[in-house]
């Protein structure tokens, strides 16, 4: 229903011409599109340099400004970088590390919420709040008693201190962020497959696990990108150079004197963030997905 003083406003936006309506609000969407070349402009600009650098000599990043386009687009950063650098064994070493991390962490996380959420017993919320208290527990503060325990235990020549320390410092997390998408689950589910004659493992695997597969997907991208990338914890349990991972062997890139090698230094940092960036990009969907399905009460 029109008003009296609505009329007039839509009887002369209706003699206004479309070519000049159109300008009008491509006027009005100029500063957020301007706004929004800059923020692109601003992402985009180191990793533009950073790739360009990697097909630069050592002399070139001396005399030339930092600004400069390499001469050459040859792989030979990227040979020295992968072989030479030793980057073939340290990402070899991050995916032995990472795949066993992400397993243990996903299969208890869920495992745990599971049980916390949808297992009606007496303490279970003490226990949740136990796990949540995990989570602001810093994760330097236990690095020096568990480099001594490892050490008595005979495992600091190992991956095995990498893998049980990510593992630990990452479910608090995975069980909070897992019980949040199991309570969005309607209970009478659970309830339907019980009285069907499921146990509480076949509900699990046969109704939690695939109702929760997006969350699945983006609780292992976090927990990835947070192991991937850590360089604390790998620096301090990482005894030799045949064991360390990208992040530690990314400090590696120097001569005896402390000399940078930064053509090879920048094709290692190129495979590794472009790597990266193509995973997140495949899995992008299942992400929004996931996000999406834990923000919503079922």
């Known amino acids: 229903m029109t008003t009296l003083t609505e009329a007039p406003a839509r009887a002369a936006h209706a003699r206004t011409p479309a070519p000049r309506r159109r300008a009008g609000r491509t006027l009005r969407r100029l500063p957020v599109r301007i706004l929004i070349g800059l923020l692109v402009v601003v992402e985009l600009y180191p990793l533009v340099w950073l790739v360009l650098g990697s097909f630069k000599t050592q002399d070139e990043f001396f005399s030339k400004p930092t600004w400069a386009l390499p001469e050459g687009f040859n792989l030979d950063n990227y040979t020295e ?13 991050s995916v032995l590390v990472t795949v066993p991390s992400l397993a ?18 007496k303490g279970r919320g003490t226990v949740l709040l136990a796990f949540v208290a995990g989570i602001m527990i810093p994760g330097q503060m ?34 909070f962020l897992m019980a949040a998408y199991l309570r969005a689950i309607p209970r009478e589910i659970f309830e339907s497959a019980a009285v069907d004659g499921a146990g509480m493992l076949r509900s699990f695997f046969r109704i939690a696990v695939p109702m929760m597969r997006n969350a699945i997907v983006t609780i292992a991208l976090v927990e990835f990108f947070s192991v991937w990338n850590d360089l604390l914890i790998a620096l301090t349990f990482t005894t030799r ?58």
């Open 104 to 121: 243990f962490m996903i299969l208890l996380g869920v495992a745990a919420a599971y049980a916390l959420e949808v297992m009606v017993w």
């Open 142 to 175: 236990i690095l020096v008693p568990l480099f001594t325990v490892y050490f008595q235990a005979g495992l600091t020549n190992t991956l095995w201190p990498l893998i049980i320390t990510y593992t630990v410092m990452g479910l608090p997390l995975t069980v």
């Open 81 to 93: 970088a992968w072989s030479g650098g030793g980057l073939g064994r340290n990402v070899l070493n």
């Open 241 to 298: 150079d045949e064991l360390a991972t990208v992040q530690v062997g990314l400090l590696q890139f120097s001569d005896e004197y402390g000399s940078t090698q930064y053509g090879p230094l920048f094709a290692a940092i190129s495979i590794n963030v472009l790597g990266i960036l193509v995973l997140y990009l495949f899995l992008n969907r299942q992400i929004m997905a996931g996000l999406a399905a834990g923000s919503v009460k079922g």
